[in-house]
């Protein structure tokens, strides 16, 4: 079983930055691919960021650019660097892990982006 716990959401202006973290607990060691998600109310979610086991990465039109997805080994962390944030990165975010046949949810950390 894996347990994924992510953190640093919060409220910020438009312009700053903010880091999420994604910690998981458990047998991780033959994952496939982190996946960051965003959702607001009423709307479909939507993929922000990729990365795979061999720290590929991969990101979404709105996220490219200003968003960076790492991870910490030792950690067993996962980050989303976001910068220059808009008002149109309000959302709940959420981090993914996906082995060959199982896939983990954390259970999100909300992002507001208001002046």
């Known amino acids: 079983q894996v347990h994924l716990v992510e953190s640093g959401g919060g409220l910020v202006q438009p312009g700053e930055s903010l880091r999420l973290s994604c910690v998981a607990s458990?047998?991780?060691?033959?994952?496939?691919?982190m996946i960051w998600y965003r959702q607001t109310l009423g709307k479909e979610r939507e993929w922000v960021a990729t990365?795979?086991?061999?720290?590929?990465?991969a990101y979404s039109d709105s996220a490219k650019g200003r968003f960076t997805i790492s991870r910490d080994n030792p950690k067993n962390t996962w980050y989303l660097q976001m910068n220059s944030l808009k008002p149109e990165d309000t959302a709940t975010y959420y981090c993914?892990?996906?082995?060959?046949?199982?896939?983990?949810w954390g259970q999100g950390t909300p992002v507001t982006v208001s002046s």
């Open positions: 993914s892990l996906r082995f060959v046949i199982n896939t983990y």
């Open positions: 458990g047998n991780i060691f033959n994952f496939r691919t």
């Open positions: 990365i795979t086991s061999d720290d590929n990465t």
